[in-house]
């Protein structure tokens, strides 16, 4: 695994990896006594279900006598635990063994004099090297080692947060005097490579106003990895919740275990259309760490998620509120409001009902002045307003091609959606046809009708 540059040299770099020890696992072939003696069908019979106990019981005893020194039952299952493995040893690491991104990197470097004469002032040095950066993890150039004796060495632990992918190097350098007063430089290089623990799949969904954000987390190591938390960082101007079912279990199997995590994600605050202006669609990003079996950390984190671009309007009209009870030939007022979604002021606006014809039949209108019209509405800010409508249809109609222009800039904007609204009568307007009987009285100078 290391490299040295040709030469003598008096001192030599040994490099042994910390880590967690593994559980001692024996693989046993182990039978339970039952399966000596009887076959499945003997519980069938209730005799001998009672009586079949007692007598392995004590067979088992005799079997496990200390003085038995043949470990004759060293294949029984006495215990159903015993099926694992688990000898209640722990073994420690035989190999470098595998590095995954986000872990930590230990590793305990002895130096070593292996000549027979002492050597001084001992300048260590020891980095990692990859493909973008070398970070310097010790350097003794400040306060050197005073001497190595013949024999002897020099130990010290060093640590690095995996950051990268790839190929990586441990360099460690010593520049010394040896027993001949010669100054001598020795380097050594430990290579590894870094793999990746996870692989992160993510797929985004708009539904209206709100975003969801599934990421499937798949572990590519050979051991389970627990997860202490995965969480969504979002981006400015976004809020985030996890749908979760609360009986899950944080973890992934190792080998290919996948686990799906869900996200809800709005827009925190008004002021969050300028993610749009500005032609932005960054969601944000997750956050994972999680642990290994003996407790061993790692951490993660994605790069910026990207959703789907919304757009959003600069100058948005929206009802909030409609007569539930709208009579034909009735005015009525419907409750609207209008906001700015850009970062300077704009306006004055005029509202109006605009028609995709010169043909085309209204049977809601405005009742009064055709067109409606506004103040200028300040940055991010918004303005309610009413506007006065008539029916002259029963039935279902519908309110249509309600349109804001600003009259300052000669712009108009998208129309309001369609909204189908009932008209009902006011009332009933009963005519009475009826005949009168006409009967002349003459009872004085003057004349009557009788009817």
């Given at each position: 695994m290391s490299t040295t540059q040709q030469g003598t040299h008096s001192l030599a770099f040994r490099v042994m990896r910390l880590c967690k020890p593994s559980f001692h696992v024996e693989p046993p072939f182990r039978i339970d006594p039952t399966d000596l003696f009887v076959g499945e069908d003997i519980f069938d019979d209730p005799l001998a279900a009672s009586n079949l106990p007692p007598l392995l019981s004590s067979h088992v005893s005799k079997s496990t006598d200390?003085?038995?020194?043949?470990?004759?039952?060293?294949?029984?299952?006495?215990?159903?635990?015993?099926?694992?493995?688990?000898?209640?040893?722990?073994?420690?690491?035989?190999?470098?063994?595998?590095?995954?991104?986000?872990?930590?990197?230990?590793?305990?470097?002895?130096?070593?004099?292996?000549?027979?004469?002492?050597?001084?002032?001992?300048?260590?040095?020891?980095?990692?090297?990859?493909?973008?950066?070398?970070?310097?993890?010790?350097?003794?150039?400040?306060?050197?080692?005073?001497?190595?004796?013949?024999?002897?060495?020099?130990?010290?632990?060093?640590?690095?947060?995996?950051?990268?992918?790839?190929?990586?190097?441990?360099?460690?350098t010593a520049l010394y005097y040896d027993g001949d007063g010669d100054r001598k430089y020795l380097p050594q290089f430990f290579k590894f490579v870094v793999a990746n623990p996870l692989s992160v799949r993510t797929k985004v969904r708009t539904v209206k106003e709100t975003t969801y954000l599934e990421a499937c987390i798949e572990n590519h190591t050979k051991s389970n990895l627990y997860m202490d938390q995965v969480e969504f960082d979002p981006a400015p101007h976004w809020s985030a919740i996890v749908l979760k079912v609360d009986s899950a279990d944080d973890s992934t199997g190792s080998g290919g275990g996948i686990y799906n995590y869900l996200y809800q994600l709005k827009f925190s605050s008004p002021g969050s259309a300028q993610v749009k202006v500005e032609g932005t669609n960054i969601l944000g990003k997750l956050q994972i760490t999680w642990r290994t079996n003996l407790g061993e950390p790692g951490r993660l984190q994605t790069q910026q998620i990207l959703g789907t671009p919304i757009t959003r309007k600069e100058i948005e009209l929206q009802i909030l509120e409609i007569p539930s009870r709208i009579n034909l030939d009735r005015p009525f007022l419907v409750h609207l409001n209008l906001t700015n979604h850009t970062d300077r002021k704009l306006g004055p606006f005029e509202v109006c009902l605009s028609q995709n014809s010169a043909h085309e039949e209204k049977t809601v209108m405005i009742n009064g002045l055709q067109t409606m019209a506004l103040s200028q509405v300040e940055a991010f800010g918004s303005t309610d307003f009413h506007l006065n409508l008539i029916a002259t249809k029963l039935g279902v109609q519908r309110i249509s091609r309600i349109t804001v222009s600003d009259k300052r800039e000669k712009k108009s904007y998208d129309p309001l959606p369609d909204v189908e609204v009932g008209i009902i009568f006011a009332g009933f307007n009963i005519q009475y046809m009826f005949s009168c009987h006409l009967k002349l009285v003459n009872i004085s100078s003057h004349m009557y009708i009788n009817g």
């Amino acid at each position: 695994m290391s490299t040295t540059q040709q030469g003598t040299h008096s001192l030599a770099f040994r490099v042994m990896r910390l880590c967690k020890p593994s559980f001692h696992v024996e693989p046993p072939f182990r039978i339970d006594p039952t399966d000596l003696f009887v076959g499945e069908d003997i519980f069938d019979d209730p005799l001998a279900a009672s009586n079949l106990p007692p007598l392995l019981s004590s067979h088992v005893s005799k079997s496990t006598d200390s003085s038995d020194l043949t470990y004759g039952d060293r294949f029984l299952l006495h215990h159903p635990s015993d099926a694992m493995g688990f000898s209640g040893l722990l073994v420690l690491p035989q190999s470098f063994g595998a590095i995954y991104l986000g872990e930590t990197f230990c590793s305990y470097i002895s130096i070593n004099n292996s000549s027979n004469f002492e050597v001084r002032d001992v300048i260590i040095k020891a980095e990692i090297q990859t493909e973008r950066q070398r970070i310097l993890l010790l350097d003794t150039s400040k306060s050197p080692v005073e001497s190595i004796r013949a024999g002897g060495r020099y130990d010290f632990i060093v640590e690095h947060d995996v950051k990268e992918l790839g190929a990586h190097t441990l360099v460690c350098t010593a520049l010394y005097y040896d027993g001949d007063g010669d100054r001598k430089y020795l380097p050594q290089f430990f290579k590894f490579v870094v793999a990746n623990p996870l692989s992160v799949r993510t797929k985004v969904r708009t539904v209206k106003e709100t975003t969801y954000l599934e990421a499937c987390i798949e572990n590519h190591t050979k051991s389970n990895l627990y997860m202490d938390q995965v969480e969504f960082d979002p981006a400015p101007h976004w809020s985030a919740i996890v749908l979760k079912v609360d009986s899950a279990d944080d973890s992934t199997g190792s080998g290919g275990g996948i686990y799906n995590y869900l996200y809800q994600l709005k827009f925190s605050s008004p002021g969050s259309a300028q993610v749009k202006v500005e032609g932005t669609n960054i969601l944000g990003k997750l956050q994972i760490t999680w642990r290994t079996n003996l407790g061993e950390p790692g951490r993660l984190q994605t790069q910026q998620i990207l959703g789907t671009p919304i757009t959003r309007k600069e100058i948005e009209l929206q009802i909030l509120e409609i007569p539930s009870r709208i009579n034909l030939d009735r005015p009525f007022l419907v409750h609207l409001n209008l906001t700015n979604h850009t970062d300077r002021k704009l306006g004055p606006f005029e509202v109006c009902l605009s028609q995709n014809s010169a043909h085309e039949e209204k049977t809601v209108m405005i009742n009064g002045l055709q067109t409606m019209a506004l103040s200028q509405v300040e940055a991010f800010g918004s303005t309610d307003f009413h506007l006065n409508l008539i029916a002259t249809k029963l039935g279902v109609q519908r309110i249509s091609r309600i349109t804001v222009s600003d009259k300052r800039e000669k712009k108009s904007y998208d129309p309001l959606p369609d909204v189908e609204v009932g008209i009902i009568f006011a009332g009933f307007n009963i005519q009475y046809m009826f005949s009168c009987h006409l009967k002349l009285v003459n009872i004085s100078s003057h004349m009557y009708i009788n009817g």
